[in-house]
């Protein structure tokens, strides 16, 4: 949709024609309660172009207000009211990413650690985005692309400032640091499928610009079991995985869910389903095979507490491993990582709480960071195949100030 076309009319009135160009680009099908995407990416573009025309954050709060009035009125049909949702879910987003984009460079600017100064010191604001969304999207949609989640953006500024290195001695990293940024990336950050529920329950009038809570990602440490894919595996990636199991009790290959509820322990499952031949692309440009990780809930404090114990031993052996050049220290960064993704301590962010922790860790080790092409790595290449995508994402991350 042209830009120019937003000109010209209050408010209420740009945002009845977003909804409608929303309507407008998206098939019949995709209103179904279970194929929503391309609603959300659809609104992600009438949003970006609303954003822009209307500022951020001048005018923000009352396009929110005004997408509220208008579902509090009951007169929409169900596709104008999904189609509004998802509208207000990308401007909340965008709203948040701006002021938290803010928080984060001047939080990189304040810090006196050498290498934040280093790397940081002439980083346009808008460029911190590539630390977080895919270059792909990025490149199309940009830094928003990923507010379909709403919220994404601002967890992940405000998690990376938290774990940025303010001195020359950067914080400790234990398992509760670990908690604590993986709950400031999912903090107030809102599902896809947040407006997908039947158009009656999602009614609501709260003033501070949410849904509801049940639609939020998961704080704290997984409670119940859950599933989680990866289409990223490699060969190599499948061999080491299987090297992992073989030397670790918690992580196996193909076991009995009822087995593992008897162990009555933080336990993880994996099983790999053939998609295509290994290393062939298939046609979504993902490779070889799909893993299903099944992780347990720790819902019980000696099971949460023999994990953390687990965890506090994974950072033992990130900080007892040899890092005497360049390649020991990020070798020893993606092994803790993919032991980490591995254990699936979190219901929910669990990707994009590594994310973060991989930045801090070759921060505090004096390295460059790192602007992932693609952030799921860690749950299906090898060591040395993350080791050659963390250094192409650091020369991305050393392109981005001409951004």
Partial sequence: MDKEAYLGGPTEKLIKNAIKNIISHVKDECFSRFNQMHISQQAGV?????????????????????????LSKGALNEKQELSALALHAQLRGI??????????????????????????????????????????????????AFENESGYLNGMCKALSRALPKTEHPDSLTSDFIIGIHDLCCENVYKTNCYQQDCETIKFSLPDHTLDDVRKFQTGVRSECGNEYSTTITKKGLEELNELAKQDYHIKHDSCYSDMCERNEPFINYTFYKTTPLDEPNPDGLRGLKLETTALGYNSESAKENFLTRVDGYLNE?????????????????????NIEMSHLFEDGNG???????????????????????????????IEEMRDVIKSGQKRFQQLGSC
């Avoid at 009438?46 to 954050?57: D, F, Q």
């Avoid at 948040?96 to 290498?115: C, G, H, I, K, Y």
């Avoid at 990130?318 to 020991?328: A, D, L, P, R, V």
């Fill in 318 to 338: 990130y900080h007892n491993q040899s890092k005497c050049n360049e390649n020991e220290i990020i070798d020893a960064i993606s092994t803790l990582l993919r």
């Fill in 46 to 70: 009438e949003a970006r172009l609303l954003a822009e025309h209307l500022g951020i954050p001048e005018n923000m709060d009352a396009a929110l207000s005004d997408i509220e009035h208008m």
């Fill in 352 to 382: 994009r709480t590594e994310n973060v922790l991989l930045n801090k860790l070759l921060l505090d080790n004096g390295l460059s960071p790192c602007a992932l092409d693609d952030t799921n790595i860690f749950s299906g290449h090898s």
């Fill in 95 to 144: 709203w948040l990413a701006q002021v938290s984009l803010d928080t984060l460079r001047d939080s990189a600017l304040e810090s006196s650690n050498p290498t934040v100064q280093k790397y940081f010191s002439k980083l346009n604001r808008d460029c911190y985005a590539a630390l977080f969304v895919d270059r792909g999207p990025l490149e199309k949609n940009g830094p928003f």
